[in-house]
């Protein structure tokens, strides 16, 4: 049984540089999450997908970051010009629809700006 | 504005012992709850969930314990093992409109042997 898959697990990056992540999802699940995690914080919601349709994107997704699921299976998180404030953790997580679903998280992508 | 709150930073349990670990939220318009562990390097593993029309969900030594009026979950670990260190994240989702999870800061449970 296959989870959530990120990577890189980790990124380290010069401020002002481009970033993209990769999220692989449960393979049944067609929804896919993307979080954002600080030290001493639980994770913030940046957007979700339904299949490939972006149905919901945080305030916290400024127009340098923009997420893709173009088949509706993997999907990519690009951060643009990165700043210091991007430095975090970046959780991936996937679920199925109907009633209550848990959603299961990757282990994520350390994102560290120098 | 932190609409879900674990208030203990941290918690040190016997191991045998039962770890009670709890939560509070502010909007009454949560109706799923759900409890997350976290070791160190590796992301949030699914514990146990709740729906806003029960009041307990019990799965092993894991319960989960609802209290509507109050605004408070629970999580209830018996008995406790060294393994359970970890941190503990308590999340809620809207009845309807959104499916982000909103969650809390976060527990840090220590078992000792």
């Known amino acids: 049984d296959t989870g959530v898959s990120q990577n890189p ?3 380290i990056t010069k401020r002002g540089q481009n970033v993209t992540f990769r999220c692989d999802p449960i393979s049944e699940h067609n929804r896919l999450y993307w979080y954002r995690q600080t030290l001493g914080q639980g994770p913030e919601f940046l957007t979700y997908f339904q299949n ?3 149905l919901e994107k945080s305030r916290l997704l400024s127009d340098r970051f923009s997420a893709e699921r173009p088949k ?3 999907s990519t998180l690009e951060i643009q010009r990165t700043e210091q404030g991007d430095s975090a953790m970046y959780l991936c997580a996937s679920s199925g629809t109907g009633g209550h679903q848990p959603q299961h998280f990757g282990d994520g992508t350390r994102l560290s700006i120098l | ?29 949560f109706d799923y709850f759900l409890w997350y562990k976290k070791y160190p390097a590796e992301g949030p593993t699914f514990l146990i969930s709740i729906s806003s029309i029960k009041d307990k969900n019990e799965d092993g030594r894991f319960t989960v314990f609802l209290n509507k009026s109050a605004k408070h979950l629970s999580l ?15 999340a809620a989702r809207w009845l309807s409109g959104s499916e982000k999870l909103v969650f809390g800061k976060g527990t840090k449970l220590t078992v000792n042997p």
């Open chain 2, 1 to 29: 504005d932190q609409q879900v709150k674990q208030n203990s930073p941290s918690l040190s349990v016997q191991e045998g012992r039962i770890s009670i670990l709890n939560c509070d939220y502010t909007n009454s318009m």
């Open chain 1, 52 to 54: 490939e349709a972006q």
């Open chain 1, 9 to 11: 697990r980790h990124k």
């Open chain 2, 76 to 90: 209830h670990i018996v008995p406790s093992q060294p393994g359970d260190s970890a941190v503990y994240f308590c």
């Open chain 1, 72 to 74: 509706g299976s993997f």
